[in-house]
């Protein structure tokens, strides 16, 4: 089993920055992949990015150039830097593992409202 932890949501002005962490505790063992998930009032849950046991990284198109996800093994923590943030970044962010063959681990979201 692995749970996750989330933190640094928060309010923030249109322009502004945040930052996301994700601490996880349990094996990381058959962990292949660690990303961010968000999810605004009435759409569907997203991919907004994520990163491979190798170091390869995916975004979202409406995020790249603004976003970037990294991680420390170290401390089996993964971390989302947000700049330049938009009001339509406003959602509730979901840590996410994914462990073979099929299994995703999520944490419990923490929320981000960019607002004037």
């Known amino acids: 089993q692995v749970q996750l932890v989330e933190s640094g949501g928060g309010s923030v002005q249109p322009g502004g920055s945040l930052r996301l962490s994700c601490a996880a505790s349990g094996s990381a063992a058959l962990i292949v992949a660690r990303g961010w998930y968000r999810q605004a009032p009435g759409k569907e849950r997203e991919l907004v990015a994520q990163i491979t046991i190798g170091g390869t990284t995916t975004y979202a198109e409406s995020v790249k150039g603004r976003f970037t996800i990294s991680r420390d093994n170290a401390k089996n923590t993964v971390y989302l830097q947000m700049n330049s943030l938009k009001s339509e970044d406003t959602a509730i962010y979901y840590c996410?593992?994914?462990?073979?063959?099929?299994?995703?681990?999520w944490g419990t979201g923490t929320l981000v409202t960019v607002s004037s």
């Open positions: 996410n593992y994914r462990r073979l063959p099929a299994t995703d681990y």
